[in-house]
T-cell receptor, first 111, second 117 residues
């Protein structure tokens, strides 16, 4: 089955700096790669996603890059703000709709 | 448009008691997921429905857990009897999935926080 590894498990950054989280996966049939943000006590919220036919996608301060050959994808947050503090999860899915999640990254943005 | 609805939001029970969770997905979404999320971890799939059919229940502990989605819309997840290790947040999610085609975005409900004493 699919195996998703996410690093780092915790990330502390100064406000205004960039944050990068990386996920690797094992199943080459995976073709959909969403990222979720989860604040304490809240539901996971989709923040950006990318499909296998695209190498990079950007939405304001957030971007995702995908390297299908190496089977890894990364979340990039630029100009971090205190409200970016949360747990971020990557996920991987195939055409059959089965999702596998990473273990999460606790991001702390300090003013 | 209403999002995924779950109830109850919180539940505290003693071990060996039964408990049930309810989920109503986004209107028109044919795929429904139940996940368990332990503290500090990512969601782990328990069961996935395509309409009323359970297409993936390999991770569901069938000795004590059961689920149903009788009319292909809302769903219930039951634990009987509950154990201490079942304490977690139970998340429901839904998506519009077209078989063998692209997977669409999965939306989560607020979850039910279960505490087993």
């Amino acid at each position: 089955g699919e195996n998703v590894e996410q690093h780092p498990s915790t990330l502390s950054v100064q406000e205004g700096d960039s944050a990068v989280i990386k996920c690797t996966y094992s199943d080459s049939a995976s073709n959909y790669f969403p990222w979720y943000k989860q604040e304490l006590g809240k539901r996971p919220q989709l923040i950006i996603d990318i499909r296998s036919n695209v190498g990079e996608k950007k939405d304001q301060r957030i971007a995702v890059t995908l390297n299908k050959t190496a089977k890894h994808f990364s979340l990039h947050i630029t100009e971090t703000q205190p409200e970016d503090s949360a747990v971020y999860f990557c996920a991987v899915s195939d055409s059959w709709g089965k999702f596998q999640f990473g273990a999460g990254t606790q991001v702390v943005v300090t003013p | 448009e209403a999002g995924v609805v779950q109830s109850p939001r919180y539940k505290i029970i003693e071990k060996k008691q039964p408990v049930a969770f309810w989920c109503n997905p986004i209107s028109g979404h044919n795929t429904l997921y139940w996940y368990r999320q332990n503290l500090g971890q990512g969601p782990e799939l328990l069961i996935r429905y395509e309409n009323e059919e359970a297409v993936d229940d390999s991770q569901l502990p069938k000795d004590r857990f059961s689920a149903e989605r009788l009319k292909g819309v809302d769903s219930t997840l039951k634990i009987q009897p509950a154990e201490l290790g079942d304490s977690a947040v139970y998340l429901c999610a839904s998506s519009l999935h077209r078989l063998a085609e692209r997977t669409d975005t999965q939306y989560f409900g607020p979850g039910t926080r279960l505490t087993v004493l």
